[in-house]
């Protein structure tokens, strides 16, 4: 089962005040929160709620409200979705920047790796055409290049009308 979250910015309490942080998000499980907005629905507070305000004795607002509060859950669902990991109590939840160092890196080289094998298959099918080399819109990443120039292949980059492009040859 998936489970679809929604950000909201994160409260940093400093005494009694809340200061709101652009840079910090916590994530909040919509299922739970689609859940807590029916419950508060059918409770009476939705009708305290409603009592302390200008649309009090006006049932068709009531309803206008609910059906806007149900509106707004259901929206959670088209909502970005994002994958946290929970850390138990005992389990550090920050990397260490060496920890951190390695994931990029890993990342790097998967990135790397990927492009490669789609060089490569270009290459075969340029080699194929009879072709000792191809042009295409777009860059290469730098440890892709640099790959390439260590099996001996030319490397040619540059911009055309403000486009990047790559040239690889195998003469």
């Known amino acids: ?86 850390y138990k109590e005992e389990e550090k939840c920050m990397l260490s920047a060496s920890e951190a160092k390695a994931k990029t890196q890993n990342n790097i080289n998967d990135g790397v790796t990927a492009e490669l094998n789609k060089i490569n298959i270009l290459i075969e099918n340029y080699i194929m055409a009879g072709k000792f080399s191809f042009s295409k819109d777009g860059s290469l990443e730098p440890e892709t290049r640099r790959k390439l120039e260590e099996l001996g292949y030319d490397v040619k980059t540059g911009m055309q009308k403000n486009k990047s492009y790559y040239s690889i040859s195998w003469r």
């Open 1 to 86: 089962m998936v489970n679809h979250f929604i950000e909201v910015y994160w409260q940093l309490w400093i005494g009694d005040k809340i200061k709101m942080s652009n840079d910090c998000k916590i994530v909040v499980d919509t299922n739970e929160f689609q859940q807590k907005v029916l419950d508060y629905i059918n409770s009476d507070d939705i009708d305290k709620m409603i009592s302390n305000t200008v649309f009090a004795d006006k049932p068709e607002c009531k309803s206008a409200i609910i059906h806007g509060m149900s509106i707004a859950s259901m929206l959670t669902s088209a909502c970005e979705l994002m994958y946290v990991r929970e």
